[in-house]
């Protein structure tokens, strides 16, 4: 089945400093990925859908210059989170469907643990 | 709008014991319907998913029945397991199957 690859795994960085959390579909090409993020013991919230070759489209709430999107590619989106902070710490997890448009089901990434100290 | 409705845990369980989760949704339109499960450290992958009314989804044991009349899928596993401990989270897809709606996720610990 389709894979989708999350990198990296686990990330702990300094306050201030900003990371980058890949996203890439190994087998097939994602023009729509999503970025969804986990907050303890609650479920998945959409942050925001990445489309290749264009702006992503956040959520509402979401501060767009706090979590930069770049979809440059069919197989490749990144998240970065900029100038983190401790409240930033979360499970950050990537999603795309193989066959846009079919209801399909989403092949997630193996998710992104940030730590921000 | 969509939305799904879990029922919260933890829930804890002996092995071999019968399990059921269960889920409400609220939708427009004709969603499909999944169960997901994260295991300790990993991310989501499918367990089993229905796309329309009365179709039955099963894998590993687990099943789900998609009941328009009643907007429910739960979950059911008639002898769980030590390794089926997990966080079980269901969720509908909308009418175009990009965007997801995920409940707040079960999770299920089984002892020996």
């Known amino acids: 089945g389709a894979v989708v690859s999350q990198h990296p795994s686990r990330v702990i960085c300094k306050s201030g400093t900003s990371v980058k959390i890949e996203c890439r579909s190994l087998?097939?090409?994602?023009?729509?990925m999503f970025w969804y993020r986990q907050f303890p013991k609650k479920s998945l919230m959409l942050m925001a859908t990445?489309?290749?070759?264009?702006?992503?489209?956040?959520e509402q709430g979401v501060e767009k210059d706090k979590f930069l999107i770049n979809h440059a590619s069919l197989t490749l989106s990144t998240l970065t989170v900029t100038s983190a902070h401790p409240e930033d710490s979360s499970f950050y997890i990537c999603?795309?469907?193989?066959?846009?448009?079919?209801?399909?089901?989403?092949?997630f990434g193996q998710g992104t643990r940030l730590t921000v100290v | 709008g969509n939305s799904v409705t879990q029922m919260e845990g933890p829930v804890t369980l002996s092995e071999e014991a019968f399990l059921t989760i269960n889920c409400t949704y609220t939708a427009t339109g004709y969603p499909s319907l999944f169960w997901y499960v994260q295991y300790p450290g990993e991310g989501l992958q499918l367990l089993l998913k229905?796309?329309?009314?009365?179709d039955k989804g099963s894998n590993k044991g687990f099943e789900a029945t998609y009941r328009k009349e009643t907007t429910s899928f739960h979950l059911e596993k008639g002898s769980v397991q030590v390794s089926d401990s997990a966080v079980y989270f269901c969720a509908l897809s909308d009418r175009t199957g990009n965007q997801f709606y995920f409940g707040t996720g079960t999770s299920l610990t089984v002892i020996p």
């Open positions: 087998d097939f090409q994602a023009t729509t």
């Open positions: 990445s489309n290749e070759g264009s702006k992503a489209t956040y």
């Open positions: 229905a796309t329309k009314a009365d």
């Open positions: 999603s795309a469907n193989s066959v846009p448009g079919l209801r399909t089901e989403a092949f």
